[in-house]
């Protein structure tokens, strides 16, 4: 009877002891929550407020008083992105600087390093959606940080499929075609590609090639996936998670985002003309690891965020793992996320509806569409800004057509100032 006794009294303490656990876990949380909305104050954590409403930005944390480029350089989320030499089994070959890399192919796929950070979104003020899912985000703080803390969340571009990594790679430059048959890249946009899944062409990012387009052939988004897949185990074209990541540490270094005024206007003032106007890439290779525009007239040069080349101008760049369905009639314009198996027209898994209404207009961004568990997507929930701020950047969408979307990003080199780091086209 004794033994039974100190058993289930045994048990009931260790009980007490997980509930005073799970309580404290809480607690912490809790604590965490009331500290993002005050503030946070330490130095190893980075942030910006962004006023939608009154068009105002705001340093936070260790990223009050720092301007952007080398008071950045000593965070890993922002100084580690470095340009490399990528193998097609993942081997780093090279990095910028050192004496084996080249940019031309021959050393592997030139590539942005990226290490893993954290984040956390504290939004301040959210308009609920009149008829449609998640809310218009009025008021918000951003903050980043290179090592976990409580509250903060792995940034999802470094979580594909449930598998967490402690770097990824990103195009250094808009892709280009690599013909397997012939065993050359493609330099000129010839209208040649076989997309073929598994033994097809390669898409590729180098210097001094014309970025790949749909001129005369089936570059479908699918398609231009297919190219990037063929590379081998990992490859993807750019994705909503990856797109995202780099959107987010500019906003937190340049307090803005309005990408055009901060760094240059991008490919974006050319002439129309015929066909593929976008200009070579590598325009940027000089500027290395830094930001920046390349040699020439603002606006007709390339830009560079931290060593990826034309995140906005230039030519459209098509992102994965966003599916947008409209239905107008009954005011859906719903974003499905994915961060694997790529599908087009779909809401089947693992695509995730994201509870958020896109913009139902064309227009300038004024607020961004929010729901928690998507906290981290800037996409946009208003269009009543201008070309300056609150973002700067233009949304396109057709009000009359309904039916599966999909999401380029950054515009090309005849849009001007609806160019940006923001700017999308679910048209």
Not at 310 to 328: A, P
Request: overall charge negative; glycine content about 12%.
């Amino acid at each position: 009877v004794k033994s039974k006794t100190f058993a289930t009294l045994d048990a009931r303490f260790e009980e007490t002891e997980q509930d005073v656990e799970s309580h404290m876990a809480e607690i912490t949380n809790r604590v965490s929550d009331i500290e993002g909305y005050i503030g946070y104050t330490a130095d190893d954590i980075y942030g910006v407020e962004v006023d939608y409403e009154n068009r105002t930005f705001t340093r936070l944390a260790g990223a009050v008083g720092k301007t952007p480029g080398t008071d950045f350089d000593s965070i890993l989320a922002f100084g580690g992105r470095r340009r490399c030499n990528l193998a097609d089994d993942g081997t780093v070959n090279a990095y910028y600087g050192d004496p084996g890399y080249i940019e031309d192919g021959s050393n592997g796929q030139v590539m942005v390093e990226q290490p893993k950070f954290y984040y956390k979104v504290v939004p301040l003020k959210l308009d609920r959606v009149t008829n449609g899912k998640g809310f218009h985000l009025r008021k918000a703080r951003y903050y980043v940080s290179d090592t976990p803390k409580v509250g903060f969340k792995v940034h999802p571009a470094f979580v594909k499929n449930g598998v967490e990594r402690e770097k990824i790679y990103l195009s250094a430059y808009e892709g280009s075609l690599f013909d397997k048959t012939a065993s050359a890249y493609i330099l000129d946009d010839a209208q040649i590609a076989d997309f073929t899944a598994t033994t097809g062409d390669l898409l590729s990012s180098i210097a001094n090639a014309k970025p790949i387009s749909g001129a005369t052939q089936d570059l479908t988004r699918r398609n231009c996936g297919i190219l990037a897949e063929n590379r081998g185990t990992g490859w993807s074209q750019q994705y909503a998670a990856t797109a995202a990541c780099s959107q987010l540490l500019f906003i937190i270094e340049y307090a803005s985002m309005n990408s055009q005024t901060a760094i240059g206007m991008g490919v974006t003032n050319k002439a129309s003309g015929t066909g593929n106007e976008s200009e070579i890439t590598g325009a940027t290779t000089l500027l290395g690891n830094a930001s920046g525009m390349a040699a020439g007239t603002n606006g007709l040069v390339s830009v560079t965020y931290r060593g990826e080349e034309n995140l906005w101008g230039n030519i459209w760049k098509f992102t994965d793992g966003m599916n947008i369905f409209c239905d107008i009639a009954n005011s859906i314009h719903d974003v499905f996320i994915a961060d694997n198996a790529f599908a087009e027209s779909t809401q089947a898994s693992p695509y995730a509806n994201a509870g958020i209404t896109l913009a139902t207009g064309s227009g300038y961004v004024s607020a961004m569409a929010y729901s928690e568990e998507f906290d981290w997507l800037f996409v946009p929930g208003e269009v009543l800004g201008d070309s300056a701020l609150p973002v700067g950047d233009y949304f396109y969408q057709t009000a009359t057509s309904n039916g599966y979307k999909i999401a380029p990003l950054g515009g090309y080199w005849t849009d001007g100032l609806r160019n940006g780091a923001f700017c999308w086209n679910v048209g």
